[in-house]
Every structure is written in C-alpha cells, then in structure tokens.
C-alpha cells in the first residue's frame, strides 16, 4: 500500500519522497512511468501501486513560456489533472492537488479566501483554474485543491538558489519590490500534503508559510542569511525596481497573499512557521549538503 506522487524531478516531489517510511511509503511517478493523458494507464497504474492515495506535484510552472505554449499548459495543468481525478474515482482514492495563487488577479488587498472569485491574469493562472474546475467537477467528494505560492527547496531551480548564484557573481541585484506575496519552503507544504491525504480532507484550501513579503524583501533576507551561514563571502547592492521596470510576457498579481485558516482548521496539528524561520531552515540544510 503506497502513496503515489506524480511528479518526479520537480522540488516538492522531492521534498515528498523524503517522507516515506516502512509503514507509508512513498512513490514518485515522471513522465516515464505513466501517461497522464491516458486514463486506464493511470487506473493500472494505481491498482499496480495498491494506491492508498495520489498527490499531484506536477504541473507547467514555466509562467512566461505559458503565454506563448497555451496547448502544453492545458495539457499537463488542466487535461492531466481532470484525467487523475478520474482514476481516483474508479478506485475510490483520495486524491490531493497543488494548485497555484495564480488563480487570482491580485486586485483583494487582503488574503485570499478559497472561496474567493478567482481571475487568473495570464495562461499559466488559466490553465490551474481549470485544472480545479475539472476536479469539482469530477471528483469533488474524496479531492483536496491545495493552492501554495513563491515555493523554494533544497533541490531543484528556484527563487532562493538563483537569488544566491547572481549575489555571488554580480556587483549589484534589481529586485521586484510590488509583487506582494508568501515564500513556501517545500518541505512544510509535502508535510501538509501527506497530512491532508490521512485525515482525508476535502475541498479547496492554502497553505504557504506566515507572514508577508515583496521578492525585495525575500531577496534581502536570503542575503542576509547567505552571509551568516557563509554561503556568501560578502553583500551586494539590492535595489528595489517595480513591475514595470521588468516586463515579463505573462502578468503577475500583485498581491497574492493566501489565507491559510481553513486548513489549519481541518489540520490541528499542523505547525505554520513564518516564511523568515523557514528560508533560514532550507539555507541551512542547504549549507550543510554543500559542505557533504
């Protein structure tokens, strides 16, 4: 009896494959073991696997690219995740998907609710907003929608390794200071994941660490932490630019803020820690599989 994850190579995949045990294992799938856009596949699959449940950490995250590949973002954000939802059914399994705070416009000014209207500003958002309607659709009764944000691991491509290669090679960083949001460890988001799949919870729910920041604000304090650590040998120029000043072919919102208190109230156990706490976590771990 094995939990599947589908997603292989992507930071939360792996965040969840550290998390099997003897008494809870957990598979990672790619796109090599099964076909998302085949349906009986997936129920084999799943039947092969004795599936206790599903959680799907693949998507096409490729924000910009989107815009110009709407076919492939649909495919693998929409179709795919319609086609999960449906092999969950057949069998009767939980099933748990992560979804995005793209879904929103970014015009609220306060958190985001899972209730609150959603109006995506680009295909990227799009293609997650159908993906959710296709599981409300389909398989509402045993699906829980798991919308995160500004998510960050050890492993993989992301905000916080990038922000450290560019401080550690340039003189000076321009940094968005308008794009208002909650940076993720994706250890704590595999950890809400595995514990929504046992309690079975159901519905459409948040979870991002605490507390508020710009991609400014983020950037300084992975410079602050990367000197303390010594991840870095010396500080940089962080200049904080606007949204306009860096034109990107999909639009961002500008507030993407998510209200995480439906799932904390489906979840007593689970732990929030503030974004902060958490990058000096990641950053450390970090340090320590470098210096291995």
């Not at 596949?41 to 989107?66: E, H, M, P, R, W």
């Not at 459409?204 to 507390?211: E, I, L, N, P, S």
């Not at 200049?239 to 000043?245: F, G, S, V």
């Not at 034109?247 to 007593?268: E, G, I, M, Q």
Request: glycine share 6%; net charge negative; charged share 15%.
């Amino acid at each position: 009896m094995k939990i599947i994850v589908i997603g292989k190579s992507g930071q939360l995949a792996w965040e969840l494959s550290q998390l099997s045990t003897s008494e809870q294992a957990i598979v990672c799938l790619g796109r090599d073991d099964v076909d998302l856009q085949d349906i009986p596949a997936l129920v084999n699959c799943f039947k092969q696997y004795n599936a206790v449940g599903v959680i799907n950490a693949s998507a096409y995250t490729a924000v910009d690219q989107a815009e110009g590949d709407v076919e492939n973002a649909f495919a693998l954000n929409a179709k795919a995740v319609g086609n999960l939802a449906q092999a969950c059914k057949t069998l009767s399994v939980p099933f748990v998907h992560i979804s995005t705070d793209f879904v929103f416009h970014g015009d609220k000014g306060a958190p985001y609710l899972p209730g609150d209207e959603i109006n995506p500003l680009g295909v990227y958002g799009a293609s997650k907003a159908q993906g959710e309607q296709l599981i409300a659709n389909i398989y509402p009764e045993h699906s829980a929608i798991i919308r995160t944000s500004w998510v960050y691991s050890t492993h993989g491509n992301n905000f916080v390794k990038t922000m450290l290669n560019l401080m550690a090679t340039k003189p000076e960083l321009g940094v968005i200071s308008d794009q208002i949001g909650t940076p993720t460890y994706a250890k704590g988001l595999a950890q809400a994941c595995i514990a929504s799949l046992n309690s079975q919870v159901v519905g459409v729910h948040h979870y991002t660490d605490t507390g508020v920041a710009s991609w400014y604000d983020f950037a300084v304090a992975i410079q602050n932490i990367g000197v303390e650590l010594g991840l870095l040998d010396k500080k940089i120029a962080i200049k904080p630019i606007t949204t306009a000043q860096y034109p990107t072919p999909a639009k961002r919102p500008h507030y993407s803020v998510l209200d995480k208190a439906s799932l904390v109230n489906a979840l007593p156990e689970l732990s929030l820690m503030h974004w902060q706490a958490q990058l000096t976590h990641m950053m450390t771990a970090l340090k320590h599989e470098r210096e291995a």
